[in-house]
């Protein structure tokens, strides 16, 4: 093992690599000598000599897996041959692999055959062994004896995506995760001195000297970032900055080539979120792209580079010119830009990735008009946004899309894009970042929807299709969901159904828990986990209409209207009889609400039967963490059915009378979040979860969704005002009248038009 390799293992940390981190916690505590028994019956382990670099690193996180010292690797020269008692890694191609080994192997797959008290593991490639490095438990015990045969392990899809981590090295993540292509932050510092001069000559002589200056330190990282890649056998990605908006790319060299080119400059349409930093109709603008992207490219040294385009989308021009010629439609303005980048990287043999999604459906925010094409209801379709991409661009730019059908989750319908866009080889996207069920804070599977949507997926994309996932925590600091003993499940359960969407659902809980909790908690902490799934879908939508991106409270009721817009999973014709304002409706959202609750209970039972089986570190931080979902749960489901309740007011008093009935149940919601609200989030600073590389004191980002007072209040004192406007002060029991005490709001919330979208 390198030595960045040793380093990187040297992290505390219990997840699905558990068996890694044991080794790890031997070596950092003095010494592979205190390690424990070796946790299978094979001693050695064997490489060829001279073997790839990924080999090798298979070789070592296999032993770290099974608890052998890194000695224990032993080389091989000449053929691959049975050695009792031993793991032989081997390929395809390797003399000696007998073709009943070799034969069944598909795509980078691998496959395992025991013989003569030995185990033979045979890859497509030197990183399909990291592959098998990663999940020896599914083939180690696969029978010493010949008799159990061959066991073949093939991916389900041919392109499994990823992204880098700065705690883990490429082999690792590999290992992990069974991904065979990575994204990873390969930047570059471009002045355009070569390409355009004209626009260099008008930077500041800082930004020069800045620019030029970061140059070599740009390609010594990304050289040795690469090299880190491709030594795991793997590709990798550089990611353009994010969206298509160059103003926010290189603020400095557009304004230095605006001052050369100023016909370039975009005229945005009136009112419009979408930007139009640039004129597509101009040609300077598409030599600055050109020269911009094809820099990018050669000073990241990556296979390829990854495209987005929402949701800082700079193209959107209607001037005369764009008007006349189309590019005023977003569907011409992808395939200008696409058709550009593609003509740029295809001479560098580089390959292209787009990610095709968009964002919600189509709102005012503010003073400003969110298009969000791409979700139908009043834009166009997702097909027909991207479809002259789809059709005229060439087939091998890997098109990626999200599953959901509307931004993220929780449990939204399924992409209506994904397969239509053959000849594309098309990638499902995962984003697992816990954005709308929590920021990863609470307990939140959504491995059922990854189950069926996974099968679904490959059904549509093929064997030749690719599957990603984006992990991670959303605006989290200090956060690995690598290491996360609750919602590491997720890309756990991603990297199982990569490979087959007919995993069982059972064995993958099984295995998943078995490798972080002690044996009698390990079914205790799957049955929590699987219970949080409905209970995270419908704390946080009520009937599946959404609430914020990033899981906070709103702030009031304007923000919170337009979340139900903006993040609406259900925004089909057929479903707006359950926004109607009455109380059948308002029965719905309780039942649903009340129904979220009792989940959660579930889930603490569980916990129950678990705790005297768990660590005193796992205890607490999982009762903590269950705390948290708990107490953030009945304030937002409160102020869920309390907004039904005032929609309802409010549409009765647009047809001047009301509901008094509504007193009793506000006023309880408002003391219900009253009396909850300070119990948010509590947490001793000391305490560490294994998630986090600090104690819970030192996060650069507190625990905190924010709070529901001032949206509770709001709703309260509105739907109290709606009452009296028709029944005066006298007829409203006194005993359900609260005051509306001047509530120290936020000065963000106070105005939702600068609450970002997300
Ligand atoms: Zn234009």
């Excluded at 883990?168 to 990873?184: C, Q």
């Excluded at 400059?265 to 419009?272: A, I, L, Q, Y």
């Excluded at 990626?400 to 399924?414: A, G, I, M």
């Excluded at 039967?609 to 768990?614: D, F, M, Q, V």
Aim: net charge negative; aromatic share 10%; charged share 25%.
């Amino acid at each position: 093992m390198s030595d960045e390799l040793r380093t990187s293992f040297a992290v505390d940390r219990r997840t699905f690599l558990k068996a890694a981190s044991l080794a790890t916690v031997a070596a950092t505590a003095g010494g592979l000598e205190a390690l424990a028994e070796p946790s299978s019956r094979y001693t050695r382990i064997h490489v060829p000599a001279g073997a790839h670099p990924a080999m090798r690193s298979a070789a070592e996180i296999l032993a770290g897996k099974i608890g052998l010292k890194y000695d224990a690797i032993a080389e091989y020269r000449g053929s691959a041959a049975h050695h009792r008692g031993g793991i032989v890694l081997a390929l395809k191609e390797t003399r000696g692999v007998p073709a009943s080994l070799s034969g069944p192997i598909l795509r980078d797959g691998y496959a395992a055959m025991a013989e003569d008290g030995g185990l033979m593991v045979c890859g497509a490639r030197p990183r399909s062994l990291l592959f098998a490095a990663g999940e020896p438990h599914h083939w180690i015990d696969r029978g010493i004896d010949s008799k159990a045969g061959v066991w073949a392990r093939n991916p389900d899809f041919t392109l499994r995506l990823s992204g880098w981590h700065p705690r883990y090295k490429a082999a690792e993540l590999a290992a992990m995760l069974g991904a065979n292509t990575f994204t990873a932050p390969l930047r570059a510092s471009i002045s355009l001195r070569e390409q355009m001069p004209e626009v260099y000559a008008k930077l500041s002589a800082d930004e020069r000297q800045r620019l030029d200056a970061g140059v070599e330190e740009a390609m010594t990282r990304n050289a040795a970032m690469v090299k880190e890649f491709h030594d795991a056998d793997l590709t990798v990605f550089s990611e353009l900055p994010y969206g298509n908006n160059f103003s926010r790319w290189s603020p400095a060299l557009y304004e230095a080539f605006l001052a050369v080119y100023p016909s370039a400059k975009g005229v945005p349409e009136e009112h419009s979120w979408e930007k139009a930093a640039l004129c597509p109709s101009d040609p300077a603008t598409w030599k600055l792209l050109d020269a911009y992207i094809g820099e990018w490219a050669r000073q990241s040294q990556a296979d390829g580079i990854a495209a987005t385009f929402w949701d800082q989308y700079g193209m959107f021009c209607h001037d005369p010119r764009c008007k006349a010629n189309g590019l005023d439609q977003f569907k011409n303005e992808l395939y200008e830009s696409i058709s550009h980048y593609y003509a740029v990287m295809k001479p560098m043999g580089k390959q292209l990735h787009l990610r095709t999604w968009s964002s919600g459906c189509p709102h005012w925010l503010g003073d400003q008009y969110v298009h969000a094409p791409g979700y139908g209801q009043f834009s166009e379709s997702h097909y027909e946004l991207w479809s002259r991409v789809a059709t005229e661009t060439p087939g091998e730019i890997l098109m990626q899309t999200k599953v959901y059908h509307s931004d993220c989750e929780p449990d939204p319908p399924f992409s209506t894009m994904l397969g239509k866009c053959k000849p594309h080889i098309e990638i499902v996207e995962y984003q697992d970042v816990g954005q709308t069920i929590g920021r990863q804070y609470f307990p939140a599977s959504v491995v059922n929807y990854m189950a069926w949507t996974m099968k679904k997926a490959l059904g549509l994309v093929g064997h030749e299709g690719g599957a990603e996932i984006g992990a991670g925590g959303t605006m989290q600091t200090n956060y690995d969901v690598y290491a996360d003993i609750l919602n590491g499940c997720k890309a756990y359960a991603w990297r199982e159904l990569s490979w087959d969407v007919n995993a069982d659902l059972d064995k993958l809980w099984a295995d998943w828990a078995g490798q972080i909790y002690a044996p009698q908690a390990a079914p205790h902490m799957a049955k929590a986990m699987q219970l949080s799934e409905d209970a995270v879908y419908k704390t946080f939508s009520p009937l599946g209409f959404g609430s914020a991106t990033n899981s906070d409270f709103a702030g009031d009721i304007a923000r919170r209207e337009t979340l139900l817009r903006y993040t609406n999973r259900n925004y089909l014709p057929e479903y707006t009889k359950f926004l109607e304002p009455t109380t059948e409706n308002i029965d719905l959202v309780v039942a649903e609400k009340q129904k979220a609750l009792a989940d959660i209970d579930a889930m603490f039972e569980a916990l129950e039967a678990a705790k005297p089986y768990l660590t005193a570190a796992e205890r607490q931080e999982i009762e903590t963490r269950f705390d948290w979902l708990r107490e953030f749960a009945i304030c937002n489901v409160t102020l869920d059915m309390s907004l039904w309740r005032f929609r309802y007011l409010r549409a009765q008093a647009a047809m001047l009378t009301t509901d008094p009935a509504q007193l009793k149940p506000l006023a309880e919601a408002w003391d219900t979040v009253a009396k909850h609200a300070p119990l948010l989030f509590r947490y001793d600073p000391a305490q560490k979860f294994t998630c986090y590389d600090v104690p819970l004191g030192q996060l650069r980002r507190k625990p905190d969704l924010g709070t529901p007072l001032p949206l509770m209040h709001e709703i309260y004192a509105r739907s109290l005002a709606f009452m009296e406007e028709s029944v005066g002060p006298d007829y409203l029991p006194q005993e359900y009248i609260r005051t509306t005490v001047s509530i120290n709001v936020p000065t963000e919330m106070q105005h939702p038009s600068r609450l970002k979208n997300d």
